[in-house]
């Protein structure tokens, strides 16, 4: 039996390291369309809907034809956002899709990945996808650790693990697709804030700390979320040579 699968592009206007950054354009496409029109060409996604938190991004999405709907300014992350989105849409889903808003360069190939790795890995409540990337010291870069059977153990904004005997290259890159049971999402946004996630800033350590699986993939590729100008500035380059851009209808 098909499944049934929503993804939810979670964005706000008052981001603070770059204001407004859901609305700065990229080859003359706000960034909050580019991200929908990517997350529209997976073909595992039976819906998509952008949550917004204002009214202007509201109001760029009806002019592109992008589907959208108006959440809470007060929510403390994307997760709680697509969270109340689910619940006013009053419609069933097997699994919903956290497609993060700032990622304008996201592979629909990768939203795909992660459905079809949760799609096969049916006990876990969340899919948390990574890249692996080289080592980096900067803290927007959030790092995952797994044991042998790709559970997570830990989230940080911190290089992990530390490499006390052994220096590595590499790091596992929190790629911005999370796949959800709809009940763990629900569980999720039922749960006050948590001490690690305090401390890290990173939703997905609540998860952990209240006792949900999360299972990673580690997929190949690049993507980026623009956090500050400089990101932006990088994703000008890049898009000159999108293999996706002339695919948007």
């Known amino acids: 039996m098909k499944r049934k699968i929503l993804g939810l592009i979670p964005t706000r206007l008052g981001s603070k390291r770059l204001p407004a950054k859901a609305l700065i354009l990229l080859k ?3 960034l909050i369309v580019h991200v929908y029109k990517r997350a ?4 595992l996604l039976d819906d998509v809907i952008v949550c917004c938190d ?14 959208a709907i108006l959440t809470s300014k007060k929510h403390l992350n994307g997760t709680e956002r697509i969270a109340q989105a689910y619940k006013k849409l009053k419609k069933n889903f097997d699994y919903v899709v956290d ?23 049916t006990e876990a409540d969340i899919i948390l996808p ?9 803290k927007n870069i959030v790092k995952v650790v797994t044991d042998q059977k790709n559970n997570v153990l830990y ?3 911190s290089n992990i693990p530390n490499y006390f005997l052994k220096t590595e290259k590499y790091i596992k890159k929190h790629l911005s697709i999370i796949s959800f049971k709809p ?25 952990l700390e209240t006792g949900l699986k999360i299972k990673s993939i580690e997929l190949k590729g690049d993507s980026f979320s623009i956090d500050v100008r400089a990101d932006y500035l990088r994703a000008k380059k890049i898009i000159k040579k999108d293999k996706f851009l002339k695919l948007y209808n």
Do not use: W
Not at 40 to 43: C, D, R
Not at 55 to 65: G, H, L, N
Not at 99 to 121: A, C, M, R, T, W
Not at 130 to 138: D, F, I, Q, R, Y
């Open 28 to 30: 003359n496409i706000p």
């Open 40 to 43: 529209k060409l997976a073909n």
């Open 54 to 67: 204002d009214e202007r991004i509201m109001k760029v999405c009806q002019k592109y034809k992008v589907k």
């Open 99 to 121: 497609i993060q808003g700032d990622e304008p360069l996201i592979s629909p190939f990768h939203i795909n990945q992660v459905i079809n790795y949760h799609l096969k890995n």
């Open 130 to 138: 990574t890249l692996k990337v080289k080592s980096s010291e900067n």
């Open 155 to 157: 989230i940080s904004r």
């Open 183 to 207: 009940k763990s999402l629900i569980k999720f946004s039922k749960s006050k804030q948590t001490h690690l996630e305090k401390i890290e800033n990173v939703e997905l350590l609540r998860a």
